[in-house]
Structure formats: structure tokens, C-alpha cells
């Protein structure tokens, strides 16, 4: 069954760090680039960050870039978020999502609570 | 940026109707459009990509269409697990934006 599974989330302080993971299976993980999403609250959908299947290329939103890193391990079929210098305002739903032009596979999110 | 802006934000209505959501995009996006279903509680469905292709294991009375700057979802006749909340996102350059979502209501 292609799965994929985000852990990591959970309640940090502002100016704090976390590191979300996002574990794949039931697919060939190194031949897809892969997204994180968020949803904050009763809001909608903000895309995050992309990196490519081999890692040579990322991207980030304006609204995190500086502060948060997206890196891969193929070996381990893991995709990480960095987020560094946390804000109220980066509280979440983050999932992760399969996929360049199309997200066909979504994990279920992981909530990342940012308060004092 | 690109900049994605969705109309109606709501639309009620009754099983068995047409709805028709629409999509502008701030600059020519080609056909690089693509639109998800999302539900209370849960991840993000994929509809449609490339504009107007239907994902698989997608019924079919939902449709897109469009190219360049504008774009419609449709929905034939409007069925009860269709209450939702419908998203367009265009994936033609980073950033990577979504519109701000369209929430299909019973009316």
C-alpha cells in the first residue's frame, strides 16, 4: 500500500525548533519529488517547500524561507522539515505530499502548535 | 508570485445540480493547473491535474477546463459526499500557490 506517514509534530515555543518527518512506503521513494503542505487552523491550503527526487533542488514559500530546510534520505525513503525560528503564525496541519505537477498521495498531517 | 483566486468562497446547493467552480490566475499558466477535494478532518484528494485530467478512481461527473489564466471545475450532478472544500493550485513555477478554496454547501 503506498503510504505516507508524518510524525514530529507536536506544541514548541515561539523562537523554538522542530523536526518533522515524513516516512514513505509502497512506492519507489527516490524517483519522486516530494512537497510539504500546511493548514492552519479553519484556513486553507499554503504550500511550504518542494525538493527534487535527488535532492539538487529545493524551493520554499516567502513565508518560511530562511527558517525552515527540507532535506531527503533515499535510503531510508525519509523526507524532513527543518523549521527553525518558529511563529505563532506557523501553526499547522504540515503534511507531506507525493509529487511535482500532481500530489496524488497525501500523509494524514502531523500538528505543529507554536505557543508561549 | 502567482496569485490564485477562486470564486464563489461558497456555493449552496442541492443534489443532482451542476456547480461550477473557477479559477484565475494572476499570469499564464499553460494548463499546469490541478484540483483537490478536501474534506473535514482529512488530507487533500487530487481531482484533476494537467487542467482538465481526471485522477484515477475519480467519477466521472467531475470535469475541468481551461488553459492560460482561467479555469472551471465542474461538477455534473452534484452527489452527497461531494460537500467539500475544493482547492486549485497551479504547479507551473515555485512558489507553488493555492487558491483560497471554494466550499460546496447543502443547501
Do not use: H
Not at chain 1, 515524513?22 to 519529488?33: D, I, L, Q
Not at chain 2, 479555469?71 to 507553488?96: G, H, K
Request: hydrophobic share 35%; with cysteine.
Amino acid at each position: 500500500e503506498v503510504q505516507l506517514v508524518e510524525s514530529g509534530g507536536g506544541l514548541v515555543q515561539p523562537g523554538g525548533s522542530l523536526r518533522l518527518s515524513c516516512a514513505a512506503s509502497g512506492f519507489t521513494f527516490s524517483s519522486y519529488g516530494m512537497n510539504w503542505v500546511r493548514q492552519a487552523p479553519g484556513k486553507g491550503l499554503e504550500w511550504v517547500s518542494y525538493i527534487t527526487s535527488t535532492s539538487g533542488s529545493v524551493y520554499y514559500s516567502d513565508s518560511v524561507k530562511g527558517r525552515f530546510i527540507v532535506s531527503r534520505d533515499n535510503a531510508r525513503n525519509s523526507l524532513f522539515l527543518q523549521m527553525d525560528s518558529l511563529r505563532a503564525e506557523d501553526t499547522a496541519v504540515y503534511y507531506c505530499a507525493r509529487g511535482d505537477t500532481a500530489s496524488g498521495v497525501w500523509g494524514a498531517g502531523t500538528t505543529v502548535t507554536v505557543s508561549s | 508570485d502567482i496569485q490564485m483566486t477562486q470564486s464563489p468562497s461558497s456555493v449552496s446547493a442541492s443534489i443532482g445540480d451542476r456547480v461550477t467552480i473557477t479559477c484565475r490566475a494572476s499570469q499564464d499558466i499553460s494548463r499546469w493547473l490541478v484540483w483537490y477535494q478536501q474534506k473535514p478532518g482529512k488530507a487533500p484528494d487530487l481531482l484533476i491535474y494537467r487542467a482538465s485530467s481526471l485522477q484515477s478512481g475519480v467519477p466521472p461527473r467531475f470535469s475541468g477546463s481551461g488553459s492560460g489564466t482561467e479555469f472551471t471545475l465542474t461538477i455534473s450532478s452534484l452527489q452527497p459526499e461531494d460537500f467539500a472544500i475544493y482547492y486549485c493550485q497551479q504547479v507551473n513555477s515555485f512558489p507553488r500557490t493555492f487558491g483560497q478554496g471554494t466550499k460546496v454547501e447543502i443547501k
